[in-house]
Every structure is written in C-alpha cells, then in structure tokens.
C-alpha cells in the first residue's frame, strides 16, 4: 500500500508545467504529501530523483469503476439482435453482468480500474458509486459494504478519491418503480442519507478524501427527492448523469414538457458545485446557461463513442467561457491522452475542421489539457497543480523516445496526446509517494492477480 511522502523527498525535471508555464531545470522538494518548494534553473543533484518532464495530475470526473470488467464483452449486437444497438441494449448487458459479483469482487475490479487509471495520467477519481445491494438486491448486513470496498481499493492504490454515493430510487420519469435489472442500485432518501454519512466516516483516514453526492440522473429521481440532494451534499460537489442519449430528452420533453438539461437549469440550484455528466444532446441556449452558472460538464469521450451517444458541442461551449472534466465512465479503456484526443477528434469529425480546441494563445494539446485540469479540480472539489502548498500529484513523461524528438513546451503535450503511445508515462507521484514505476502501478501484479480470480467470479467460470 502506497505511504506518505517522506520528509525532503527531491524530485528534479528536465521540465515542468508549472501554474507560471513551462520551465527548464527543475526540483521540487515534497514534505507532508504537499510541494514544499520549487526551483527553476538549476542543476540535478545527486538526491535527486525524477527525471524527465513533469505534468500535474488531472482528476476522473466519472467513473464507474466496476465497469472495467465489463470492457470488450459488449461488442456484438445488443440482446434482441436488432440493428439498432445503442445504449439501451448495452444497459441490459451490464444489468445481467451484475447477477454475480460481491464485495471480494467488487473491490478486486475497482482497484485495478484505480490503478490503470495512475498509470494514465489521472491521480484522482470521483466515483460514480451505485453498486450498493447484493446481487439479490438485498442491503448488506452492513448496507455500507460496499462503499467500504471502494475506499479499500482507493487507499490500496493510492489514488486520490472524491466518493459520490448514488441515489437511485426509479426506473423512469414520473417516478417509475424501478425494474430487476436496477435492483443492486435502489435506495430511499433515509437510507441514502446513511449511506453518506457512512462514505464520510469511512474516507476519514484517506488523505484528501471528499464525499459529495449523484442523483443518478432525472429518470431515476423525482423532483422531491432532487431537492433534497445539496443538503445532503454539504459542501461537497453534486454530479448527475443528464441528456446523455436522445430518448432520454424525448421521455423527459413527454414527461415535463422541457429537455434535460432545460428541466435541471429551471428546477435546481446548478452552480460551480454541479457537474453534469455528458450534457450530450443539449440546445445552445443550454449550453450558454450551463456555462454561465460555472458549473462543469462531465466528459466521457472514450465511452460516449463506444455507446454511439452522440458528440457534444465542445468547442462552441468553451469559446464561450464553459469548464468541461474529463471522465472514463465504463471504463472500456483508461487514459487521460485517450480520451483528449478523443475529444478533439470528435469536435474535427463534426465540424470537419482541425485543431478545432486550440485557441489564439495555446496549442490543441495545452489547450485540452489545461481544461481538463482545471475542470477536474472544480469537479472533484480539490485544488491542484505543480505549486507550493499543492498536493505533490506528479505525472513524469519519459521524452526520450521518438515521438517527442526535438520537442520542448507545448509540442510534449501535443506529442503525448496525439503520436505517443501510453509507455510515455513512466512514473507517477501521489502526495509524493511514487505509485508508478517504469509505467506500472507498484502494486500490480498483486492486483492483476486478485481481479482475476474475481473476475472467474463474475464471469461464471468458478464452478
């Protein structure tokens, strides 16, 4: 199990993002899991450790961790074998995945989705957690069961975690009582409220643990029970799933007469503690209000492709002042490069352009990436970046192979997205403690080798 940094750990890089920019030549010393001091210009000494160039840490937005195990088994025609495959029929697939799978399971899976996720880029994950019952639908002896194993699997890895307990209560719009697919989800407002308070308690040894809340979405949510979701939040973000695919809005347009997104601005109080998930199918007067509020949306570009949900209208968003996040979701592959350059690619096949999230000052490459910084810090509910008094979350790029040559500044950024591949990232600090060696989570054949006997499990091949 990672430990915290120890006292006067000295890390020292060819060059590093630094909130200024980019500098040459520099050490930062660590103490306590934070920078303690920063300096530029200078020569490697022989305490140094390090190397390379440095980049802070980004935050998952949205993640459902035990997804990971479902990642390549969803690939053919969807359970009727209809033509028209699409999320709907994905959702039956992940409803029969989750007949097996308790607690040993659960926590196996969400520990090595934590760990590829280090060595990603990602150094903190706000977990989408939803998975509360048995496979039954039963409450746990402890209904807090598994949210314990979430925590485990975090301080396991040593990913930085914001907890989001689900509150699932319906099948549809209108209060539609939930269906047996959904029975492993479903809580009430009482036991809800417990359930947060538990993650609370349960994050209280993690550093730099937050707890906040998602109302699953509007379709699993009645307009009461959404209302009494910021107070239970406390000062914690709130995240919830809205206007991902097209029949969402046409049930929600037939239920209140709005869209999603239109709905939620009308009837919550959306404000930079929000973050909603995909915002995929929204109209511009939406997105401007979106962005006007200061809320983030979530992106999930990787899965939003692999479920053919639709592309979101990113560049016209953020010419116009709107914070995104990047997620991973379902998990189907894990990478911060991955899924910027996923973005970016959906933005040109849309609008037939290139470059299209660059602006006037910064490359396509800095441009994502500082977004996504600092959307996933507002998102998580953390500050962040290579500064004094941060959290020491550092991602060391090995730039000696052929895809950076004769690279320096932003064009790392932009090689690291769009030519390298994920063998760039060869080290991983969080709050010093170095979690990725070589490009490998220190922790990962013990934890390849406990998701695999979970995954027999889940599978059906333990007989």
């Known amino acids: 199990m990672p430990q915290t940094s120890r006292e006067g750990l000295s890390l020292w890089f060819e060059q590093a993002l630094l909130g200024a920019g980019w500098a040459s030549d520099v050490r930062m010393t660590v103490a306590d899991g934070l920078i303690a001091s920063i300096e530029t210009g200078v020569a490697r000494a022989a305490i140094d450790q390090g190397g390379g160039v440095a980049i802070p840490g980004v935050a998952n937005v949205h993640s459902h961790a035990f997804q990971r195990a479902m990642a390549g088994l969803t690939e053919g025609r969807g359970p009727e074998g209809g033509e028209?495959?699409?999320?709907?029929?994905?959702r039956q697939l992940m409803y029969r995945f989750l007949d097996r799978g308790g607690p040993e399971e659960i926590e196996a899976i969400t520990a090595l989705a934590f760990a590829e996720m280090l060595e990603g880029g990602f150094t903190r994950v706000a977990e989408f957690h939803y998975l509360h019952n048995d496979p039954a639908g039963r409450p746990y002896a402890d209904p807090a069961e598994l949210t314990g194993r979430?925590?485990?699997?975090?301080?396991?890895t040593g990913v930085g975690l914001t907890l989001l307990p689900v509150f699932y209560a319906h099948a549809g719009f209108g209060g539609q009582p939930p269906s047996q697919g959904q029975r492993r989800f479903i809580t009430d407002l009482d036991g809800f409220a417990d359930l947060v308070a538990r993650g609370r308690t349960l994050t209280a040894s993690l550093p730099d643990a937050l707890v906040g809340v998602a109302p699953h979405s509007l379709r699993a949510v009645?307009?009461?029970?959404?209302?009494?979701?910021?107070?239970?939040?406390?000062?914690?973000?709130?995240?919830?799933?809205?206007?991902?695919q097209t029949k969402e809005v046409e049930d929600c347009l037939a239920w209140s007469g709005a869209r999603p997104v239109e709905w939620l601005l009308a009837n919550a109080p959306v404000d930079p503690r929000w973050c909603l998930i995909h915002a995929t199918h929204v109209t511009e007067g939406e997105w401007r209000e979106v962005a006007a509020r200061a809320a983030v949306v979530g992106l999930c570009p990787v899965t939003e492709a692999n479920?053919?949900?639709?592309?979101?209208?990113?560049?016209?968003?953020?010419?116009?002042?709107?914070?995104?996040?990047?997620?991973?979701?379902?998990?189907?592959?894990?990478?911060?490069?991955?899924e910027l350059r996923q973005l970016e690619y959906s933005q040109r096949l849309s609008l037939r352009k290139r470059a299209v999230m660059a602006d006037g000052v910064r490359t396509t490459g800095r441009a994502l990436f500082d977004r996504a910084l600092s959307g996933g810090q507002q998102a998580t509910g953390v500050t962040g970046?290579?500064?004094?008094?941060?959290?020491?979350?550092?991602?060391?790029?090995?730039?000696?192979?052929?895809?950076?040559?004769?690279?320096?500044?932003?064009?790392?950024?932009?090689?690291?997205?769009?030519?390298?591949?994920?063998?760039?990232?060869?080290?991983?600090?969080?709050?010093g403690e170095q979690v990725v060696v070589d490009g490998r989570h220190v922790a990962r054949e013990a934890i390849e080798s406990r998701y695999r006997k979970a995954l027999k499990t889940v599978l059906g091949q333990d007989a």
């Open 84 to 90: 028209d495959d699409d999320f709907w029929s994905w």
């Open 150 to 156: 979430i925590v485990a699997a975090a301080e396991a």
């Open 222 to 244: 009645s307009p009461d029970e959404l209302a009494a979701m910021p107070a239970l939040a406390g000062d914690g973000p709130i995240h919830i799933h809205v206007a991902e």
């Open 307 to 338: 479920l053919g949900d639709g592309v979101f209208p990113a560049s016209a968003y953020v010419q116009n002042g709107g914070r995104y996040g990047i997620g991973t979701d379902s998990n189907v592959r894990i990478g911060l490069a991955g």
């Open 385 to 431: 970046g290579l500064a004094v008094g941060q959290s020491a979350d550092i991602v060391g790029l090995d730039t000696s192979g052929i895809a950076f040559e004769g690279r320096s500044g932003d064009a790392i950024l932009d090689s690291w997205i769009f030519a390298a591949d994920r063998s760039a990232i060869r080290s991983v600090w969080r709050r």
